[in-house]
């Protein structure tokens, strides 16, 4: 049996003070929310509780989708890299940036670069300080945990993410090497890649291609973060069938807000292709003592799991087009320049949603 505990958006604090020419920007606006909402309701003393409970429950492996800083301040940057390896190391924790971590243009290429060795796959080169590639990949016993990125910066008023098609073309060709492989595929992203899971504002743009990647090549479960909700949604997969789209509330979050207090998700999966069994424990702050109790546990399944996400039919040339990495020779594993270079020329352009 593998066990994964999932947690997100620790937007860890205290946020440093700003340079007033890093207020120059979209800063401005997120630094008066913060002071206002964010540094009330998100806390170190929630993060510290339920981090310590993880640690407790001795996971195989923790991933982390997204928002680890704020304002993508440089100062965060350097203290965020110090609380991963904290939480543990390089190998047994995986992570994928959020928006808040690409809040303004250059925040996103800072952090990756300083986070790499939890955003890189096990063939990944961290030698040269280069900014991670997304989708990796990362291989533990019978499981594979697939990074996939969504941040990029926005104006104001946006938390939009962003997946292209480069990297849709990618995923779908690693999910179907891996799902040859015999592997449980474990997709991990900050938006959540479910049609109207949140305010437009906040939306995915070219979800579609996340979705219909995985409607072509098959995942077992897929992981996010942004909304601070605990959510349980599906998609389709190869035939129609749902695969589980698992949302958790801010592992930050302190109770009596208008969001659910901070939580993080434990799976434990076995079984072998075609016969997989994954049940989801929910632990987090139940009272205003900060107590981390088991809230509740749950086999995700087919039969529990609401209708996968559909309007994605105007897309289907897109998936047919994906093939041509493979057919072109292209090895789907490979992290080099010319794989995304060819991929760049091959990926079709669908329709944003």
């Known amino acids: 049996m593998f066990t994964l505990a999932h947690l997100s958006d620790p937007h860890l604090g205290p946020l440093p003070d700003p340079r007033l020419l890093e207020l120059a920007s979209k800063r401005v606006i997120g630094y008066v929310n913060w002071r ?4 009330v309701h998100l806390t170190n003393g929630a993060l510290e509780a339920l981090v310590a409970d993880v640690k ?7 991933a982390v989708t997204g928002d680890l800083v704020n304002l993508g301040l440089q100062r965060e940057i350097g203290p965020a890299a110090e609380w991963l390896a904290a939480l543990g190391s390089a190998a ?5 940036p959020g928006n808040h971590d690409a809040y303004v243009p250059g925040s996103l290429d800072r952090a990756t670069r300083r986070w790499a060795a939890h955003m890189a796959g096990d063939d990944a080169d961290l030698h040269h300080h280069a900014a991670p590639v997304f989708p990796f990949v990362r291989r533990r016993g019978n499981v594979a945990i697939v990074g996939a990125s969504s941040a990029k910066a926005t104006g104001p008023f946006m ?12 995923l779908s060709e690693l999910l179907k090497a891996l799902g040859h492989e015999g592997l449980f595929r474990i997709v991990l ?21 996340f979705r219909a990647a995985v409607a072509e090549a098959g995942a077992e479960l897929v992981l996010h973060g942004h909304t601070h909700e605990n959510t349980i949604l599906s998609i389709a997969g190869p035939d129609g069938e ?3 789209v698992v949302g958790v509330p801010s592992a930050s979050q302190l109770p009596g807000g208008r969001r659910p ?5 434990l799976f434990a999966i076995d079984g072998k292709p075609g016969a997989w069994d994954c049940r989801m424990t929910e632990r987090g702050i139940v009272g205003h003592n900060l107590d981390i109790r088991e809230i509740a546990t749950r086999r995700l399944d087919a039969a529990m799991l609401p209708p996968p996400n559909r309007g ?42």
């Open 242 to 244: 749902p695969v589980p």
């Open 56 to 62: 407790a429950t001795a996971p195989d492996h923790i």
């Open 189 to 209: 992203i900050h938006h959540p890649p479910i049609r109207e899971a949140t305010n437009w504002h906040k939306r995915l743009v070219g979800g579609s291609r």
């Open 159 to 170: 938390a939009t993410g962003h997946f292209d098609a480069t990297q849709a073309l990618l």
């Open 36 to 39: 206002r909402n964010r540094a």
């Open 92 to 96: 047994d924790v995986s992570a994928v």
């Open 312 to 353: 994605d039919e105007e897309h289907q040339g897109a998936q047919i087009g994906w093939s041509g990495a493979a057919s072109a020779g292209m090895s789907p594993l490979r992290r080099g320049s010319g794989t995304i270079s060819i991929a760049r020329r091959m990926a079709r352009k669908p329709k944003l949603r």
């Open 261 to 265: 207090p901070a939580r993080y998700n």
